[in-house]
């Protein structure tokens, strides 16, 4: 079982400020995911990253893979009141999921 | 397309009672997975099916939960009897090509309160 360790596990910020949420492992994985969830709702997939190293860009949120493949991190520039939720990382070899990042966006 | 279908959203038991969770997921998704999510915390894995297999049940616990996927299409996942514990949001996932970079689509989940 490889175990995930997501860091903050709360974040409450103001419109318009610049945030990074972590994942990390002792393990190394093929490939790692990251979704949010809003309440009363599944989590619904962001990004899957792969190569280790990789950055990927979703709009205002950058995604990037450790070089070892063993963490990743989450960066939103200006958050907006809409990206508040549940943001969870699953390591896509078993489909574990770390315990999330619960971040509040505030007007 | 059609998502994952759940069923039935809410649910009140007693303790010691049993309950039953119904999931349809994607037409053509071999892969379906059921997690547990308590309030606060993140999806625990329970059982994962490749069509009608089991691929990995090391999490669901045996004495009170078990799941069944006879068809490789719909699921059931069933909790007897349930302890105070059990009270959590039951998610449904299917996945076309099941881990590595498959996207998994959840259901809205099952709620349950266990009293």
């Known amino acids: 079982t490889q175990l995930l360790e997501q860091s903050p596990q709360f974040l409450s910020i103001q419109e318009g400020e610049n945030l990074t949420v972590y994942c990390n492992s002792s393990s190394v994985f093929s490939s790692l995911q990251w979704y949010r969830q809003e309440p009363g709702e599944g989590p619904v997939l962001l990004v899957t990253v792969v190569t280790g190293g990789e950055v990927k860009k979703l709009k205002r949120l950058t995604f990037q893979f450790g070089d070892a493949r063993k963490d990743s991190s989450l960066h939103i520039t200006a958050a907006q009141p809409g990206d508040t939720g549940l943001y969870l990382c699953a390591g896509a070899d078993d489909m574990r999921f770390g315990a999330g990042t619960r971040l509040t966006v505030k007007p | 397309e059609a998502g994952v279908a759940q069923s039935p959203r809410y649910k009140i038991i007693e303790k010691r009672q049993s309950v039953a969770f119904w999931c349809n997921p994607i037409?053509?998704?071999?892969?379906l997975y059921w997690y547990q999510q308590i309030l606060g915390q993140g999806p625990k894995l329970l059982i994962q099916f490749q069509n009608n297999g089991v691929v990995d049940d090391s999490q669901l616990p045996k004495d009170r939960f078990s799941a069944e996927r006879l068809k490789g299409v719909d699921s059931t996942l069933k909790i007897q009897p349930a302890k105070l514990e059990d009270s959590a949001v039951y998610l449904c996932a299917s996945s076309r090509t099941g881990g590595h970079t498959g996207e998994l689509f959840f259901g809205e989940g099952s709620r349950l309160t266990v009293l």
């Open positions: 037409s053509g998704h071999a892969t």
